[in-house]
């Protein structure tokens, strides 16, 4: 296997495992509304949560180091941890956005997890291909990402600003009252 499929692979694996579990942590007797709320997360789960982010940060600080030669980014340290920023940072703003299209399209709680774990890692590796050496897969990426969008916003009735907004507001409302 090639070092950019390894790359690529990886990103996928780490970004569905991580990911799909953080769904399901937050979706546990979530009552009516499409996700518990962050402060009405037990502390277990609120450990899950966090152990999932850093276990994603660690699993991509791993790529990163063995993987970095692929990219047009040079083999530093900070290299590497800008890898590990705009791959995950992209990956989250990305299944956040698959997220609220989800919910939005009303799919099953079942079919969101299993989207989830199957599905949640597409972002992280388009991210990743942003970043890959080779332009064709930069190009690539970036029609998939455009295309993925214009989807989203189809099934979010033309409205993804309100639809995230709405999500956030889902999971934060209370710490966002405060500011």
């Not at 090639?2 to 799909?20: E, M």
């Not at 546990?28 to 509304?33: A, Y």
């Not at 277990?44 to 600080?61: D, E, F, K, Q, Y």
């Amino acid at each position: 296997m090639s070092l950019v499929a390894r790359q690529l692979a990886g990103t996928w694996v780490v970004g569905s495992a991580t990911t799909g579990t953080i769904a399901v942590l937050f979706t546990l007797d979530r009552g009516v509304l499409p996700v518990r709320p962050l402060d009405d997360l037990p502390g277990l789960s609120v450990l899950g949560v966090l152990g999932m982010l850093a276990a994603l940060v660690a699993a991509l600080g791993l790529l990163a180091w063995g993987t970095l030669e692929v990219t047009w980014l040079p083999r530093t340290g900070r290299a590497g941890a800008l890898w590990v920023a705009v791959v995950g940072g992209g990956g989250f703003a990305g299944w956040g956005y698959a997220a609220a299209a989800t919910f939005a399209g009303e799919y099953p709680l079942g079919a969101q997890l299993i989207l989830a774990y199957a599905l949640g890692g597409l972002p992280f590796v388009l991210a990743a291909a942003l970043l890959l050496r080779a332009k064709q897969a930069n190009a690539g990426a970036l029609v998939v990402i455009v295309a993925l969008l214009l989807i989203g916003a189809l099934v979010m009735h033309g409205d993804p600003l309100q639809t995230c907004a709405e999500m956030l507001w889902w999971l934060f409302g209370s710490q966002l009252t405060v500011l």
